[in-house]
Each structure stands twice: as C-alpha cells, then as structure tokens.
C-alpha cells in the first residue's frame, strides 16, 4: 500500500490542523494504520491509530483529548485532527500501515516496527 500524508504547515499555539493520509494500492480496508511524529533529534514517537474497520482508536498520553483519528474507507484516507496544539506538537507527522491481523491485537501499535508501509511524512509546526 502507498500511504501520502497531508495537511501540515504553521499554526500558533491552542489552533488547529487536520491531517490527511490517503492510501492506495492494497485493499485499503484490511490494514490498521497508525501516525507517528518525529520532531528533530528526537526518536519517531506513536501518536494514535485506528484499526481497519475505524472500530477501535488509540492515542498517547501526549495528545490524548486534544487529537481525534477517523478514517473512510470508501475513500481510502484517514484524517487526524488536531485541536489545542503545543509548541511541544512541532514534528514530521507519519502514517503507517500494518496488516489488519498484526499490532493492534497484540498491543504493539505504538512501535514503529510493526509497520509495513509508512508514508513521507509532513511538517508541523506550532508558534507560541
């Protein structure tokens, strides 16, 4: 599958943004796709994912009741929107794909390993 992230650009701090990642190739319905963040020096970072049938969400503490993750799978993308941003947020925004049976049942959604396909990312960045 070909991922494509979307979306980012230059926000002050407590704005928003809403990301888009849209995918092609393989049955986009039969993967979990996650966002990761990679801000400079720092390591990639899990920031949320959404299973294949967009049943079940998962977030980090770090951005928990401030980002929300759908997806459309008639439309093959998946969107993340982002409320109340930090300057803390600033970072490349990646998402990722994993086969449907792999990483969300077994918990391991938040490494990046477990992930197949990643798209080229997007920058963000939050003034204060």
């Known amino acids: 599958v070909q991922l494509q992230a979307s979306g980012g650009g230059l926000v002050q701090a407590g704005g928003s943004l809403r990301l888009s990642c849209a995918a092609s190739g393989r049955t986009f319905s039969n993967v979990n796709i996650g966002w990761f963040r990679q801000a400079p020096g720092k390591e990639r970072q899990f920031v949320g994912g959404i299973n294949w049938n967009g049943g079940r969400t998962y977030y980090s503490d770090s951005v928990k009741g401030r980002f929300t993750i759908a997806r459309d799978n008639a439309k093959n993308t998946v969107s993340l929107q982002m409320n109340s941003l930090k300057p803390e947020d600033t970072a490349v925004y990646y998402c990722?794909?994993?086969?449907?049976?792999?990483?969300?049942?077994?918990?391991?959604?938040?490494?990046?390993?477990?992930?197949?396909?990643w798209g080229q990312g997007t920058l963000v960045t939050v003034s204060s």
């Open positions: 990722a794909a994993v086969g449907r049976g792999r990483a969300f049942a077994s918990g391991t959604y938040h490494v990046p390993e477990q992930y197949d396909y």
